[in-house]
């Protein structure tokens, strides 16, 4: 008799339910999602939670642990966290070969109802649980954690289902006599995923778009962000997913990466991080190559230095609040945070202006009260390497606003302005990752020759933006700029991607380019066979050219 669990359980034709994306709660005083949050912060915070390392969905406890504390408060300790071991690592690549066995087997329309009864949790009785973990453990604000840690996760929960839905119905023409098909199989092995701190979402999708495809994936969260990683775990868990289908991880980043991109049966690493650690990684992978079942698929994130090119015709006021909320909104932490800005010399005194008095009334402290603007930096190594910027600034360039900075209870870093002496400075080439914003003013009649120096100012093209109203500007900077940026936008902040509507990523030093949110990525997660069905096979070895006139 046949397994059960390979049987299909349905004859029609399933469709994914059409997705739309999360709408964004307002948080707004009096709002039910505010007291419930408010209450669940509190909650939260008076606890101190013991995360294990999850291997084929057991829970486990080790001699080595770390503390997980709140950066806007970093003597308060939100949880203790174990540090996974060698053996640990090498029994989740076990446990994910062994799942695999089964997984890769479902029908897809089960391994989707998996994610989809997670966004529905999320949406419901999980969210104010993730969002405070979010803004607890990695300080973003009611706002930021709800676009983050809630709508994008569910979007990325409901829309991939549906993006691979569509790869999949993508088959070939059969002419008259034959069937045929594409099937698309998960790799062969484990998915190796990486996620960073900054964004709740980047942790809950790395791990389950392979998955979706049918990989079994090893996960290994930030260590700065394995509180809102643990829980996005237990939202899995509850909507159904099987043991060891994503095993969770947390601890030292080079002895994991040692055990795992030297393993034969590594299939894929799904990144997020620094463009230094992902040139390691491929320089890695590249010298195993004789090692591996396979070629590994690589997919990384990265870096970015990322622009707002200001044209003389464009809205000033416009141009001030995105450059504020571009710069400023989490830190700067953004993959996508403006860090550069251009700005037309005739219009700079009054954007300087305009921006000076938003930033001076910007409120800098604990994300538990929600009338501050920012909360702090993510750890101490952060706040030095910004600091360090900071100073350098105060040395050699002109501090317009900010400048300060205070790691005594909390990594606290003022949102700053700086104009820079030259287009070539330091502050505005290297990627800061903090709340730094460096400006150049350039002479009106230089636009074009502006544009060109914007494209190859740095290694990265992650996002940028171009404010005009005069379209021939739009049209130029769209064309100088076609490499610089990945996400272009026109007359918007270079942040705030949203899935289904601009799939994210960038190349050069930002990455491969693989679009997080689009059917782009989850293409690189399968493995496709082709399959060629004849009905009515030639039983005759000779053609019709071999017969004589």
Same mark, same amino acid.
């Given at each position: 008799?046949?397994?059960?669990?390979?049987?299909?359980?349905?004859?029609?034709?399933?469709?994914?339910?059409?997705?739309?994306?999360?709408?964004?709660?307002?948080?707004?005083?009096?709002?039910?999602?505010?007291?419930?949050?408010?209450?669940?912060?509190?909650?939260?915070?008076?606890?101190?939670?013991?995360?294990?390392?999850?291997?084929?969905?057991?829970?486990?406890?080790?001699?080595?642990?770390?503390?997980?504390?709140?950066?806007?408060?970093?003597?308060?300790?939100?949880?203790?966290?174990?540090?996974?071991?060698?053996?640990?690592?090498?029994?989740?690549?076990?446990?994910?070969?062994?799942?695999?066995?089964?997984?890769?087997?479902?029908?897809?329309?089960?391994?989707?109802?998996?994610?989809?009864?997670?966004?529905?949790?999320?949406?419901?009785?999980?969210?104010?649980?993730?969002?405070?973990?979010?803004?607890?453990?990695?300080?973003?604000?009611?706002?930021?954690?709800?676009?983050?840690?809630?709508?994008?996760?569910?979007?990325?929960?409901?829309?991939?289902?549906?993006?691979?839905?569509?790869?999949?119905?993508?088959?070939?023409?059969?002419?008259?006599?034959?069937?045929?098909?594409?099937?698309?199989?998960?790799?062969?092995?484990?998915?190796?995923?990486?996620?960073?701190?900054?964004?709740?979402?980047?942790?809950?999708?790395?791990?389950?778009?392979?998955?979706?495809?049918?990989?079994?994936?090893?996960?290994?969260?930030?260590?700065?962000?394995?509180?809102?990683?643990?829980?996005?775990?237990?939202?899995?868990?509850?909507?159904?997913?099987?043991? =060891?289908?994503?095993?969770?991880?947390?601890?030292?980043?080079?002895?994991?990466?040692?055990?795992?991109?030297?393993?034969?049966?590594?299939?894929?690493?799904?990144?997020?991080?620094?463009?230094?650690?992902?040139?390691?990684?491929?320089?890695?992978?590249?010298?195993?190559?004789?090692?591996?079942?396979?070629?590994?698929?690589?997919? =990384?994130?990265?870096?970015?230095?990322?622009?707002?090119?200001?044209?003389?015709?464009?809205?000033?006021?416009?141009?001030?609040?995105?450059?504020?909320?571009?710069?400023?909104?989490?830190? =700067?932490?953004?993959?996508?945070?403006?860090?550069?800005?251009?700005?037309?010399?005739?219009?700079?005194?009054?954007?300087?202006?305009?921006?000076?008095?938003?930033?001076?009334?910007?409120?800098?402290?604990?994300?538990?009260?929600?009338?501050?603007?920012?909360?702090?930096?993510?750890?101490?190594?952060?706040?030095?390497?910004?600091?360090?910027?900071?100073?350098?600034?105060?040395?050699?360039?002109?501090?317009?606003?900010?400048?300060?900075?205070?790691?005594?209870?909390?990594?606290?870093?003022?949102?700053?302005?700086?104009?820079?002496?030259?287009? #070539?400075?330091?502050?505005?080439?290297?990627?800061?990752?903090?709340?730094?914003?460096?400006?150049?003013?350039?002479?009106?009649?230089?636009?074009?020759?502006?544009?060109?120096?914007?494209?190859?100012?740095?290694?990265?093209?992650?996002?940028?933006?171009?404010?005009?109203?005069?379209?021939?500007?739009?049209?130029?900077?769209?064309?100088?700029?076609?490499?610089?940026?990945?996400?272009?936008?026109?007359? #918007?902040?270079?942040?705030?991607?949203?899935?289904?509507?601009?799939?994210?990523?960038?190349?050069? =030093?930002?990455?491969?380019?693989?679009?997080?949110?689009?059917?782009?990525?989850?293409?690189?997660?399968?493995?496709?066979?082709?399959?060629?069905?004849?009905?009515?096979?030639?039983?005759?070895?000779?053609?019709?050219?071999?017969?004589?006139?």
């Amino acid at each position: 008799m046949a397994d059960p669990r390979l049987l299909s359980h349905t004859n029609g034709r399933l469709r994914i339910p059409t997705p739309v994306n999360e709408p964004v709660k307002s948080y707004a005083p009096g709002s039910p999602e505010k007291k419930e949050l408010k209450a669940r912060l509190e909650a939260m915070a008076a606890e101190r939670i013991e995360i294990p390392v999850v291997v084929g969905g057991k829970r486990l406890t080790t001699d080595k642990q770390a503390k997980a504390v709140m950066p806007h408060a970093h003597g308060h300790v939100l949880a203790d966290w174990h540090k996974a071991r060698k053996e640990d690592v090498a029994a989740a690549v076990d446990a994910a070969r062994e799942a695999q066995r089964d997984w890769a087997n479902w029908p897809f329309e089960d391994r989707a109802a998996v994610f989809l009864k997670a966004a529905e949790l999320l949406a419901g009785p999980w969210r104010s649980t993730l969002n405070a973990a979010t803004m607890l453990g990695q300080s973003k604000t009611a706002f930021q954690a709800e676009i983050d840690s809630a709508c994008e996760v569910i979007d990325f929960w409901r829309y991939n289902p549906h993006f691979a839905q569509e790869l999949l119905a993508d088959q070939p023409m059969s002419p008259l006599g034959m069937w045929n098909q594409t099937d698309l199989r998960p790799l062969e092995g484990f998915v190796y995923a990486i996620t960073p701190f900054n964004f709740t979402a980047i942790g809950a999708n790395l791990p389950t778009a392979p998955a979706l495809m049918g990989n079994t994936v090893v996960w290994k969260p930030a260590s700065t962000a394995v509180v809102s990683a643990w829980y996005t775990l237990r939202i899995l868990e509850e909507a159904g997913l099987p043991p =060891g289908v994503i095993n969770f991880v947390p601890g030292d980043s080079g002895a994991i990466s040692d055990i795992l991109l030297n393993h034969r049966d590594l299939a894929g690493v799904h990144f997020t991080g620094s463009t230094g650690v992902f040139n390691m990684m491929w320089r890695t992978i590249g010298a195993n190559m004789d090692r591996y079942r396979s070629y590994p698929r690589i997919v =990384g994130e990265t870096g970015g230095k990322d622009f707002i090119m200001v044209h003389p015709s464009a809205d000033v006021q416009a141009v001030a609040v995105a450059a504020v909320r571009g710069a400023f909104e989490y830190q =700067g932490q953004k993959c996508s945070a403006a860090s550069r800005l251009y700005a037309p010399k005739s219009m700079w005194p009054d954007l300087r202006d305009r921006m000076v008095a938003m930033m001076k009334d910007i409120k800098v402290g604990d994300v538990r009260d929600f009338r501050n603007f920012m909360g702090a930096v993510i750890d101490g190594k952060a706040f030095d390497s910004i600091a360090e910027y900071v100073d350098h600034a105060k040395q050699n360039a002109r501090v317009i606003q900010g400048g300060g900075y205070n790691k005594e209870t909390g990594f606290f870093i003022e949102p700053t302005l700086v104009e820079a002496p030259a287009a #070539d400075y330091k502050l505005l080439c290297e990627e800061i990752f903090g709340p730094v914003l460096t400006v150049w003013v350039y002479d009106d009649a230089q636009f074009e020759e502006t544009l060109a120096v914007v494209d190859r100012t740095s290694p990265y093209a992650l996002t940028g933006s171009i404010f005009a109203r005069d379209r021939q500007a739009v049209r130029l900077a769209s064309l100088y700029l076609r490499n610089a940026a990945g996400n272009f936008y026109v007359n #918007d902040k270079p942040t705030g991607a949203v899935v289904g509507q601009q799939p994210f990523g960038g190349a050069r =030093g930002s990455g491969t380019n693989d679009k997080a949110g689009s059917k782009l990525n989850l293409l690189r997660w399968v493995n496709a066979r082709t399959i060629k069905e004849t009905f009515a096979p030639p039983t005759d070895y000779r053609y019709p050219f071999l017969s004589e006139e």
